[in-house]
């Protein structure tokens, strides 16, 4: 049915994709390796992210240094989730235009994964200890964007008392697309946690487009990346699928520690060597342990 809630959406697309133990040190272990390994090893090719691709190229002419109390209650929303089936329904993503099959009928890849990577943030943002809750809007088409329970009206007054807005948004595919980077809430002074996400996924200029709807709002949009290419395959292939969204739930949650002035949470290595890992072996015994396996 058109207009029937997705709140039932996320939490069997996150079970789909093997997120539901969030909470076990392996899981997040495993992630923090992919995103350690391909964020600090990968060549420095100009402006371009291993996980998220392009990052804006745009001009950013802000700053944030406002402080940010520590306990700061943040509000993550979906991009488009309250906007399917009329303008401004997100992209289509690469892979759809290009003719396969949408993620879920009836919504745009956009808000799919926006759903997918909102509610990952949540989740691994609890799990850290921070103040962090989303909220979905009941249906899926609401042509007034200033109807009470769109994620514009909700975001601001959130942001109106004082805590953090953040919608998630992945940019378009092709030419039409900017890339990764943070588009800034305009209803203050910019704070550091704006700074934080901008330095971890880029910056747009503070009037981007005339200011769009939500900055206008007090609400931050975060382009995770463009939908296309490695990011896309990635999150498309169910085999790289939860590693690519920890990583990306993982640089967010991580940029929100540091705009919050916490320190960002080192995640714990497992106590016992992984099982026929090669680094599990104690120095001096390499050689035996690998031709013990062969
Ligand atoms: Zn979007």
């Known amino acids: 049915m058109r207009c029937r809630s997705a709140a039932w959406l996320v939490g069997p697309a996150l079970l789909a994709l093997g997120l539901a133990p969030l909470a076990t040190p392996a899981r997040s272990a495993e992630a923090s390796a992919l995103g350690g390994q391909l964020g600090t090893s990968a060549p420095a090719l100009a402006g371009v992210d291993p996980i998220t691709g392009p990052r804006s190229h745009l001009n950013r002419d802000w700053i944030g240094v406002r402080p940010v109390e520590a306990d700061t209650p943040i509000l993550v929303l979906a991009g488009h989730a309250d906007s399917q089936g009329i303008a401004g329904s997100g992209t289509s993503g690469a892979a759809v235009a290009a003719g396969a099959p949408p993620m879920y009928p009836g919504i745009s890849d956009e808000l799919y994964w926006n759903m997918v990577i909102a509610e990952a943030v949540v989740a691994l943002g609890q799990q850290r200890g921070l103040r962090i809750s989303s909220y979905r809007p009941p249906f ?3 042509s007034d964007g200033d109807h009470p329970s ?9 942001a109106a008392s ?10 378009a595919w092709g030419p039409d697309g900017v890339g990764s980077g943070l588009i800034p809430p305009l209803h203050r002074p910019f704070g550091r946690l704006d700074e934080s996400l901008a330095e971890a996924f880029g910056g747009f200029p503070m009037a981007f487009r005339g200011g769009l709807g939500g900055p206008r709002r007090g609400i931050a949009l975060l382009e995770v990346g463009k939908l296309e290419g490695r990011l896309e395959r990635s999150l498309r292939n169910p085999a790289t699928r939860p590693d690519t969204v920890m990583a990306i739930a993982s640089r967010i949650v991580t940029a929100l520690e540091v ?17 026929g890992g090669v680094g ?7 050689l035996q342990a690998s031709s013990g396996d062969k």
């Open 259 to 275: 705009g919050l002035g916490r320190s960002p949470t080192i995640t714990p290595q497992p106590l016992s060597p992984q099982p």
């Open 140 to 142: 899926r088409t609401i």
């Open 280 to 286: 599990s072996a104690p120095p001096g015994k390499g």
């Open 150 to 158: 769109t994620n514009w009206s909700v975001g601001r007054q959130h």
């Open 162 to 171: 004082g805590g953090y807005a953040l919608e998630i948004h992945f940019d």
